[in-house]
């Protein structure tokens, strides 16, 4: 069997990817797929941390009008949902795993501190990581750069609608390039759609690993785990 590529990983998932094609805002199918990668991951050493976004709930732009602390704390509470989902799709198939959100909500999971995430990661407990940063202005994009920091993941593991990091989208240039290998310099230069700003200069400035791939096929998480180049390297 091979090895794993990463011991301890930080994943990304995006809410949108979650979101089934017809009505309502979670595909529990789809999820138990994306569960039951994570559980052979799990099962071969790897240590997993999960950041989810709230795009099939709530964007804190959707809030026209309003006050955007507001907005992005309803997206807060939006990402604890799809945690909350998360947590009892892992539990179903077997696995250990917790809710830990960077605002306090006692009744729903335990407070975000990285000693208490790496002491769950270590005991084979899959995390899951709720409210992003805790604060406005922050996407959950650079909660996953600061969370990968703190605990020491070996990478940032980036799953999206798109199968890799391209040089415009290719839903509507069918001459974008497509990347096998990109830095942090060259997102942040040609301004590519990869990850936010603020997210790629952390990343950069903390010499944090990425890797961005689909997650249409579920598989592709562990592939990614066991080194299959199926996506986009991103790295200094």
Not at 44 to 52: F, K, N, P, T
Not at 90 to 116: C, I, N, P, S, W
Not at 159 to 186: E, G, M
Request: hydrophobic fraction near 45%; charged fraction near 20%; aromatic fraction near 8%.
């Amino acid at each position: 069997m091979n090895q794993p590529k990463y011991q301890r990983v930080l994943l990304k998932l995006s809410g949108e990817a979650l979101a089934p094609k017809g009505e309502g805002i979670l595909d529990f199918d789809f999820i138990e797929k994306v569960a039951l990668q994570i559980k052979r991951c799990v099962d071969a050493g790897v240590q997993v941390a999960v950041i989810v976004g709230a795009g099939n709930i709530w964007r804190g732009r959707q809030g026209t009008g309003m006050d955007h602390c507001r907005a992005d704390h309803m997206g807060m509470l939006a990402t604890t949902i799809n945690s909350l989902a998360l947590q009892d799709v892992f539990l179903r198939v077997g696995m250990k795993a917790q809710v830990m959100t960077a605002v306090e909500m006692k009744a729903f999971a335990d407070h975000y501190t990285a000693r208490d995430a790496i002491e769950a990661l270590e005991n084979g407990t899959v995390v899951i990581f709720g409210c992003g940063l805790g604060t406005p202005f922050f996407s959950t994009d650079t909660a996953a750069a600061l969370r990968a920091a703190e605990i020491k993941a070996d990478c940032i593991l980036m799953a999206k609608n798109i199968d890799a990091i391209y040089s415009a989208d290719p839903k509507k240039d069918p001459d974008a390039v497509r990347y096998s290998d990109v830095t942090y310099l060259q997102i942040i230069e040609e301004n590519l759609r990869a990850l936010d700003m603020s997210s790629a200069i952390f990343c950069m400035d903390n010499n944090i690993n990425g890797y961005a791939f689909g997650l249409a096929d579920p598989e592709n998480i562990y592939r990614v785990i066991m080194g299959e180049a199926v996506g986009t390297a991103i790295h200094n």
